[in-house]
């Protein structure tokens, strides 16, 4: 079995090469601000990541003619149910003109079809567990405000990645389990698992602040600011400039606790509320399934941190035991993914989008 993923960021590629159960070659090809500075949207970088991708192909002698399978990561499509879809032509037409959420993983199935198409006919291309993954109960679509609907957008891919991974290290069978995940990053997304379905999610627009983005923030101070900048100055605030980074002056957890650790008071303080905040999401979750919950998994590059492994564990331990599973696994999620497809032993969908 020979499977390439492909995981499209803002400014990197990730890729890896699977062969039999394992990933034999991986690789993050960073992209520098003058690379992109060219390109005004991210369907313009079509080109110039497909290259890379060959020419690391090229480097490490995959042979597009052996691949079983190119797995991409799902971009922003509209609501779909978990798991494996086929690279259609709806689907490329999709992220290609009718998307409007400008997201790096939107190249994903069109990446993983471009590669398809110097493959052999039986090669797959698919996506698994796109960010739009909808699972939610309808009586958490309610926002608060006729018209506007809460939606199901987060990490998916390494959430259920997690979650299913968890489970049966604990002895628990996903289908049956209820698990909390949280998911923290440059951006944070906490979800709740139960009965192998993602019935609920806070994302990161609306919940606990991250390395880089603001989370929710008080609608009456917010809304003036509205007035005062334009759509792509309050996005660039809210996914790039807030968070920890708004007050620090980077993202970088890591040197954070440093800073803290030397005696910086007032951050030792900003950093008790970004850690207060994901507890506050992670609890206000268990009452989604009425406070019980099998288990709570941390997640993301800030699970590294054995500060905030630490004090979560001591506000929301209550809950349930923590398991800390950093880093991200949404290669290997991919590629098992596409390998279980491959196998016969999990259904690859068909994308369809009828323009309303």
């Known amino acids: 079995m020979k499977i390439l993923a492909i995981n499209p960021g803002s400014t990197s590629t990730k890729v890896s090469y699977y062969v039999d159960g394992e990933i034999i070659k991986e690789r993050s090809i960073s992209h520098s601000a003058e690379e992109l500075r060219d390109f005004s949207t991210v369907i313009e970088q079509i080109a110039f990541r497909r290259d890379i991708l060959f020419a690391f192909m090229n480097a490490e002698g995959i042979d597009p003619q052996e691949l079983d399978a190119v797995a991409g990561r799902g971009g922003s499509l509209p609501p779909v149910a978990a798991g494996a879809y086929e690279v259609n032509q709806a689907m490329l037409d999709y992220l290609k003109h009718v998307t409007?959420?400008?997201?790096?993983?939107?190249?994903?199935?069109?990446?993983?079809?471009?590669?398809?198409?110097?493959?052999?006919?039986?090669?797959?291309?698919?996506?698994?567990?796109?960010?739009?993954?909808?699972?939610?109960?309808?009586?958490?679509?309610?926002?608060?405000?006729?018209?506007?609907?809460?939606?199901?957008?987060?990490?998916?891919?390494?959430?259920?990645?997690?979650?299913?991974?968890?489970?049966?290290?604990?002895?628990?069978?996903?289908?049956?389990?209820?698990?909390?995940?949280?998911?923290?990053?440059?951006?944070?997304?906490?979800?709740?698992?139960?009965?192998?379905?993602?019935?609920?999610?806070?994302?990161?627009?609306?919940?606990?602040?991250?390395?880089?983005?603001?989370?929710?923030?008080?609608?009456?101070?917010?809304?003036?600011?509205?007035?005062?900048?334009?759509?792509?100055?309050?996005?660039?605030?809210?996914?790039?400039?807030?968070?920890?980074?708004?007050?620090?002056?980077?993202?970088?957890?890591?040197?954070?606790?440093?800073?803290i650790a030397a005696g910086d008071q007032a951050l030792k303080t900003v950093y008790e509320a970004y850690i207060y905040q994901i507890a506050k999401g992670i609890g206000s979750l268990a009452t989604v399934t009425n406070g019980i919950v099998d288990r709570i998994a941390l997640t993301g590059g800030v699970a590294y941190s054995e500060i905030v492994v630490t004090e979560l564990t001591k506000r929301v331990g209550f809950i349930a035991p923590i398991i800390a599973v950093p880093g991200e696994h949404e290669m290997i999620a991919l590629s098992k993914g596409a390998e279980r497809v491959v196998l016969g032993e999990e259904e690859l969908k068909q994308f369809h989008y009828h323009q309303r």
Do not use: W
């Open 100 to 259: 409007k959420n400008e997201h790096p993983s939107n190249l994903g199935a069109i990446l993983a079809h471009e590669i398809k198409e110097q493959g052999n006919p039986r090669t797959l291309s698919l996506i698994y567990d796109p960010v739009s993954v909808d699972e939610l109960e309808d009586v958490a679509r309610i926002s608060g405000l006729k018209g506007i609907e809460r939606q199901s957008l987060g990490h998916a891919l390494n959430m259920r990645a997690v979650a299913m991974k968890v489970a049966r290290e604990e002895g628990l069978d996903y289908q049956k389990a209820t698990l909390i995940v949280a998911h923290l990053g440059g951006g944070n997304t906490i979800s709740v698992h139960h009965h192998g379905r993602m019935i609920d999610l806070i994302s990161d627009d609306e919940g606990p602040f991250s390395t880089e983005r603001t989370g929710g923030l008080p609608l009456k101070y917010l809304m003036p600011l509205c007035y005062e900048h334009s759509l792509k100055e309050m996005l660039r605030l809210y996914k790039r400039e807030g968070g920890l980074k708004s007050y620090a002056g980077t993202s970088d957890a890591r040197v954070i606790e440093a800073r």
